[in-house]
């Protein structure tokens, strides 16, 4: 039971980063902004927006890939990613936090997309129903 709450969090928070990703990329595309920027990720302008978006898409495919049982090491790695890049984005970018609370949030955000890892896990570890 813990484990299937797991799984569900897990795709749904993903699907939601996806689809943010999506939805910032295809601002950054329709405003037709060159200088578009994110100071917690490694790209910028329109290399931003294309990674944005094919990230994106792979997220998504990656959580419905795994819901429907296929591909589960995808979505597995996707988390990892996902996780990877946030503390990345929070620990070694220049960004600078704007007090305490920010940074707190900002690490309570990637303590739920690391339980996200855990979620993916539990589904890779299951055996394939044929």
């Known amino acids: 039971m813990v484990q299937a709450i797991l799984r569900l969090y897990s795709y749904l928070v993903q699907l939601i ?4 990703c999506i939805g910032v ?41 795994a819901y429907k049982g296929k591909l589960r090491i995808l979505f597995l790695l996707w988390t990892l990613f996902t996780t990877v890049l946030i503390a ?7 960004h600078v936090f704007d007090g305490e609370a920010d940074f707190k949030l900002a690490l309570y955000i990637l303590a739920g997309v690391a339980l996200t890892v855990a979620g993916a896990w539990s589904r890779f570890r299951q055996p394939v129903r044929r």
């Open 17 to 20: 980063v996806s689809l943010l």
């Open 25 to 65: 990329a295809s601002v950054a595309y329709l405003s037709e902004n060159k200088s578009f920027e994110i100071d917690m990720l490694p790209w910028s302008g329109t290399e931003l927006r294309t990674w944005l978006f094919t990230l994106g898409i792979l997220g998504s495919a990656s959580v419905l890939l």
């Open 88 to 94: 990345r984005g929070i620990f070694t970018s220049g």
